[in-house]
């Protein structure tokens, strides 16, 4: 079975430039969530997605990041424009359903500097 | 905010070595999940255990539940170099509207098993 696939693996770019970022979940997944980790600190939610429809962007910074999930398949993350403090790695992962007792599965995660 | 907290920071280890490391959290859960992460193989789902269990097995990997205390521990037995990563706990919480669980992780455990 394939694996959650994300890109770019790697993006550099300078403050204010905007970024976007690729997330193809494990086929049959309904659930899709991005995350940011900053370095030395577990994972943060940004949204998560049931199909199409968010339910849950409570930690997403909507004056700056934006998220879709067109057709429940694939989604991007937008950031624009890009602070300093955008810096980290954005993982996306999938799981079967949403739900308490669904291991969620992490692609490689893309690593962006701002600088 | 990151409900789970693991202790300690950072752990050393010889080969052959048992580890243990531990998780705080403060409100209620359903379940709490391990999870590691290093650089080959991104961040990957170990074990789950559900708040009406006590002890979990996994091969080499035993995890404990005390609801009471709000802890949990992760023991890592016969430690292999191949162990070295940071391992995060995770425990899931339902968003205001009750509707939806998301996980929130901690800052995790450096684990390096030494040859």
Redesign the interface.
Known sequence: EAGVAQSPRYKIIEKRQSVAFWCNPISGHATLYWYQQIL??????LI?F?NNGV??D?QLPKDRFSAERLKGVDSTLKIQPAKLEDSAVY?C?SSTQ????Y???????TRLTVT | SQQGEEDPQALSIQEGENATMNCSYKTSINNLQWYRQNSGRGLVHLILIRSNEREKHSGRLRVTLDTSKKSSSLLITASRAADTASYFCATDATNSGGSNYKLTFGKGTLLTVNP
């Open positions: 030395g600190q577990g994972p943060k939610l998560q049931q339910v849950d409570s993982l992962a949403t739900g308490p007792a291991e969620q599965y992490f692609g490689p995660g």
